[in-house]
C-alpha cells in the first residue's frame, strides 16, 4: 500500500509515520512543506490511502491561514481528481472550526471543500477535528500548553497561567495515531459526521500546570507519577520527551559507612518505597523486626543469608541467595531478621518496603536474631 503523508514532518505525521513503519507499512510517501510541488502530482498518482496532515496554525499573518489550510488542501484535492484517484483521505481540522476566528474559518472552510469533493468522487473521507493534542515530538509555544508547560518546567523556567480554574480537554498522540491506522481498514471512530479519538481527558490549567511541576520534583522527593491514571501516565511519558539531553540522569543521597551504603530509589504513598543495599563482605546488617511493615529483599549481586526467628520463638529460619539466582524473599511482620554478606564481593540487594520510612513512627524494633 501507497500511503501519502502530507506535514509529514509535523508533530502528528512523524508520529505516525514511525508508527507505520512499525506495523510494516514501508511504502510511505512524504510531503513537506520544502518537497517539490512537482512530486505532489506523483504522489497522487501513486497513492492507496492519504493522510493529509500538513497546515498552518501559527502564522505571521492571519492570510496565511486560508492559504496553509484552504488552499492546500484544494491543490491537493484537485491533483487527485486530475488523476482519477478517488482513494480515501484523512483530513486533520481543528474544534476551532466551530469559532469565528481566522484559524477557525480556515479550517471550517477546508472541511467544507472536503465534504463536497466526497459527494463529487464518492471518495471516502476521515475528517478529525483535534483538540490539543500532546505527547512526544510536539512543539513549546506552538502545538499545545503541555509542550509549553513540560519544556519550561524541566527547564526550570516560569510559566504563566491566567486563569487556573479554566477546563482544557486533551488528546495524547499515540491514541490519535492508533485511531488514524484504524482508518486504513475503515475502522475510525465517529460521532456527529466527524471522526473522534475516543480517548479523550478533561483537565483545568493549574491541575496540568501542578501535575507537570510534581514531575520535576520527584526527582528530589522521590516519587513516581500515578501510573493508574491514564492521563498522568501519558503526561509523564511527554515531560520525560522534554528533559534537556544533559539532564537525563539525576543523583540520589548515598547513605555510605564501613559496612556499604543504603540508598532510597522510589518513595510513594501507595506502593512503598524502594532501595539499595550495598554491603561489604563479612557484613551483616538489620537484627530488627516490625509490627505492619513488611519488606521484600532481592540480592541481584553477591552471596548471602537471610535470617529469621519469631520474637516469641529461638529457631532460627536461614535463606541463602546470590545474585546467581534471582528470587524474592519476604520478611513477614512478628519475625527479627538479618541479611549477612557471605561471599568475597560486595552484596547488593533490592529492598521494597510496604510504606515509606517514617521516623516519627519508623515501627522498628532492634533484636538480635
Known sequence: MNILVTGARGFVGKNLIVELKNQGFENILEFNSDTPIALLDEYCKQADFVFHLAGVNRPKNTEE????????TATLLNKLKENHN??????????????????????KAEEDLVFSYQKETDATVYVYRFTNLYGKWSKPNYNTV???????IARGEDVTVDDPSAKITLCYIDDVVRDLINCLYDKSSVRNGFCVVPQQDEIT???????IRSFKESRKDLSIANLDKRLEKNLYSTYLSFLPEDDFSYPLKMNVDERGSFTEFIRTPDRGQVSV?????GITKGNH?????????????????IRFRKVDSDKVIEYFVSGEK??????????????ENVGDTDMVTIMWANEPFDPGNPDTYY???
Do not use: R
Open 205 to 211: 490549567i493549574g491541575e496540568l500546570e501542578k501535575t
Open 289 to 305: 523486626w516490625h509490627h505492619t511493615k513488611n519488606e521484600k529483599f532481592l540480592v541481584i549481586s553477591g552471596e548471602g543469608v
Open 277 to 281: 543495599n550495598v554491603s561489604k563482605p
Open 367 to 369: 533484636v538480635e536474631v
Open 326 to 339: 534471582l528470587e524474592v524473599v519476604d520478611i513477614p511482620v512478628g519475625y527479627t531478621h538479618n541479611i
Open 146 to 152: 503541555v509542550a509549553t508547560f513540560c519544556y519550561k
Open 86 to 107: 478517488t482513494c480515501p483521505i484523512m483530513i486533520s481540522s481543528s474544534t476551532q472550526a466551530e469559532l469565528d476566528n481566522s484559524y477557525g474559518k480556515s479550517k
Open 65 to 72: 491561514f486560508m492559504k496553509g489550510n484552504f488552499e492546500f
